[in-house]
């Protein structure tokens, strides 16, 4: 079978050696089996993204001898797909409007955090109909969550394949009723992300070990969905010298920095591989 990897940055800040080092990876894998490699821009918070970090980012990957194949896939290009696949959830009754806000949530929580911060403890799920639809006709913003116990009922136990390492058994309760709609955008990362990747047909998903918590979510919503089970490697997180985690606000970490600098590709690759040797196995 033919291998389709992927990159998917969100264009926040500027990309740096980490990035470089999840976007190579996945590029080779995906060269070296003769498969593809798609570049997609996860463009959909519209107060996070800016279009010049998007120019910034094709620059820095192309300078770094990065091709992909087919065009770029912007998220923010694709809001009627995510709406489709929400009113399907919607219709399965799996899906409930929150009216929240984050300070609500932050007060109302008592549970342990979950992956992705607070674990949401369920409060507009408990409410009627009617109340529903009153908040809804006023004008109130919402969320759309996902009932994760109805979702988990459906999809029974799941796992995944990380290679390297064999079939993982998810947890996506430790989530709790995660945002799949927010007020300010259609789709969330756990929906469009896993929208688009069987969209594109990706057979590996290979990101950063910050998001191998979130695949126990991604594996919920495809089952949910009928969507493919790709295969999963998540790779470790580079630091700098210092041991800090690289950050996208850090100029001189970032790859247009060292570009700056005066640094070449060849450098970057080196300081990628150093890096990733400082990296605890
Ligand atoms: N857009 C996400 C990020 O930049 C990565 C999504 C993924 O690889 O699944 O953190």
């Known amino acids: 079978m033919s291998i389709t990897t992927r990159f998917a940055p969100s264009p926040t800040g500027m990309l740096h050696l980490g990035h470089a080092f999840v976007a190579l ?6 060269r070296r089996a003769g498969g593809r490699f798609l570049l997609r821009v996860e463009d959909i918070d519209a107060n996070r993204c800016r279009p010049d970090y998007t120019r910034a980012l094709l620059e820095d990957l192309r300078w770094l001898g990065l091709d992909w194949d ?15 696949a929400l009113d399907r959830l919607q219709g399965e009754r799996l899906l409930y409007p929150c009216f929240c806000t984050r300070a609500d949530v932050a007060r109302s929580v008592t549970a342990p955090h979950g992956p992705d911060g607070a674990v949401y403890p369920g409060t507009c799920r408990h409410l ?4 529903r639809a009153r908040r809804i006709e006023s004008g109130a913003p919402f ?25 993982v058994d998810c ?9 799949l709609s927010r007020r300010d955008a259609v789709g969330s990362y756990h929906l469009c992300v896993t929208h688009d990747d069987a969209a594109q047909g990706v057979t590996l998903v290979s990101r950063g070990t910050d998001l191998l918590a979130a695949t126990d979510i991604h594996r919920v919503l495809q089952a949910l969905m009928g969507w493919p089970e790709p295969e999963y490697v998540h790779l470790p997180l580079l630091t700098g010298p210092d041991g800090r985690r690289l950050s996208k606000r850090d100029g001189a970490d970032s790859l247009r ?5 005066g640094r070449t590709p060849a450098d970057v690759r080196v300081l990628m591989r150093d890096a990733s040797n400082r990296v605890a196995p």
């Open 128 to 131: 009627s109909p009617d109340e």
């Open 171 to 179: 947890q996506p309760e430790r989530f709790g009723d995660v945002v």
């Open 70 to 84: 087919g065009a770029v896939r912007m998220q923010s290009a694709h809001l009627p797909e995510y709406r489709i």
């Open 25 to 30: 990876d996945a590029w080779q894998r995906a």
């Open 143 to 167: 969320a759309l969550r996902l009932d994760l116990a109805a979702a988990c009922i459906r999809t029974g136990r799941l796992s995944f394949v990380e290679q390297g390492r064999g079939r």
């Open 257 to 261: 920095g060292m570009r700056e600098a």
